[in-house]
């Protein structure tokens, strides 16, 4: 890995805290609720434990809504394990656990559901009390509150962070 790309990785890293608090997983009592699916079509493997929505789909649960021109969903164990979206754009919209909004974007995205891993390519922005991350590639891990981004060659990677008084950078 070049020095830049490195540069830019650390000092992502070491602003993450800024930017995410301890609470900024997605609200994790939401995860019991149903799941909601509207699209115009749909195709199921219903042994393969996978479905293909098509057409202007919106995917909720609780404060979580996805949406995406084609979403194609995995089960495992007959539980919504995972979400791979396309569109132009993917929108992920959520509330942490203490209320903040969070809203991503990208051209695709892969939801992990149990694992609480998304990962946003293709134009990705992430929106968060007023902070913004934007590449071309990002990873954020939910449930460790762990953010990689860039995707290596000639991407860069673009955050602005908003003035904070002392006590505000905990509670963004």
Do not use: C
Request: proline share 5%; net charge neutral.
């Amino acid at each position: 890995m070049n020095r830049p790309v490195v540069k830019i990785l650390l000092a992502t890293l070491l602003l993450a805290p800024l930017w995410l608090t301890p609470q900024a997983h997605a609200a994790s009592a939401d995860r019991k609720l149903p799941l909601s699916i509207e699209a115009d079509r749909k195709h199921t493997d219903y042994k393969g434990g996978e479905a293909t929505y098509e057409g202007r789909v919106i995917i909720t649960q609780g404060q979580l809504t996805l949406t995406a021109d084609k979403a194609t969903i995995h089960l495992r164990d007959g539980q919504f394990d995972r979400a791979i979206l396309e569109g132009r754009p993917v929108i992920y919209q959520d509330r942490d656990d203490a209320g903040q909004p969070i809203r991503g974007e990208a051209r695709r995205m892969d939801y992990q559901a149990l694992d609480e891993i998304i990962t946003l390519s293709g134009q990705a922005r992430i929106e968060r009390a007023g902070d913004t991350l934007a590449s071309e590639r990002i990873v954020y891990h939910l449930k460790n509150e762990v953010v990689d981004a860039g995707a290596g060659g000639s991407d860069r990677v673009r955050m602005t962070l908003q003035p904070r008084s002392a006590g505000e950078g905990k509670k963004p």
